[in-house]
């Protein structure tokens, strides 16, 4: 099976840095997204990981380490707009059985 | 804009009714995936797509069933609803299903079924 952690709320002031952790247990693991998704809305797609090490993306970065089954979200320069969920999802791939399941994701709370 | 379309976008309905959510993926895309978001839960994935094949299965109840047509759209077909099935039901899709480029999931903008 598949397992994706992550924490439930985070709260963050504007113009600050936060990292969003993310932790999966799965077999066949062949990548990692994360989605932003404001309430109400549809995901929107941040990033993907495949290997290990840290991929940039403006004001958004994401790393991997495959061999510790972890992730995590960075943002910097936080903007008020950026109050949302943040998604972690693992892809695996057996049997060609190739889903994408997602983490509960992580409530992101941004302060003036 | 994502260039997935789903239909309706609200839908209200009784106990014991059965509704059928459409999906018009991206231009190009092949694979088509349906996800359940219940109030403050995360994305429930029901089933996978591609090129009008299933492909992968989650939790989706027996009561639920979904297709991919020669067109690649897709619906999703909710029979004997109950309560619990109020829900945002999302379609994605992406060119490729699995990992690798090419296979990030683009959403819609959701169907919302309320169940009364």
């Known amino acids: 099976g598949q397992n994706i952690d992550q924490p439930t709320e985070m709260t963050a002031t504007e113009g600050a840095i936060v990292q969003i952790n993310c932790t999966y247990q799965t077999s066949g693991f062949n990548g990692l997204f994360w989605y932003q998704q404001h309430a109400g809305e549809a995901p929107t797609f941040l990033s993907y990981?495949?290997?290990?090490g840290l991929e940039e993306k403006g004001r958004f970065s994401s790393f991997l380490s495959r061999s510790k089954g972890y992730s995590y979200l960075l943002l910097k320069e936080l903007q008020m707009k950026d109050s949302a969920s943040y998604l972690c999802a693992v892809t695996a791939e057996m049997n060609r059985d190739d889903k994408i399941i997602f983490g509960k994701g992580t409530r992101l709370h941004i302060l003036p | 804009d994502s260039g997935v379309t789903q239909t309706p976008k609200h839908l209200i309905t009784a106990t014991g009714q059965r509704v059928t959510l459409r999906c018009s993926p991206r231009?190009?895309?092949?694979?088509v995936y349906w996800y359940q978001q219940s109030l403050d839960q995360g994305l429930q994935f029901l089933i996978q797509?591609?090129?009008?094949?299933?492909?992968a299965k989650g939790n989706i109840l027996e009561r639920f069933s979904a297709q991919q047509f020669p067109d690649l759209h897709s619906e999703l077909n909710l029979s004997s609803l109950e309560l619990g099935d109020s829900a945002l039901y999302f379609c994605?899709?992406?060119?490729?299903?699995?990992?690798?480029?090419?296979?990030?999931?683009?959403f819609g903008q959701g169907t919302r079924l309320t169940v009364v």
């Open positions: 994605a899709s992406s060119v490729e299903p699995g990992a690798g480029v090419n296979t990030e999931a683009f």
């Open positions: 231009s190009g895309d092949l694979s």
């Open positions: 797509y591609y090129n009008g094949e299933e492909r």
């Open positions: 990981n495949v290997l290990d």
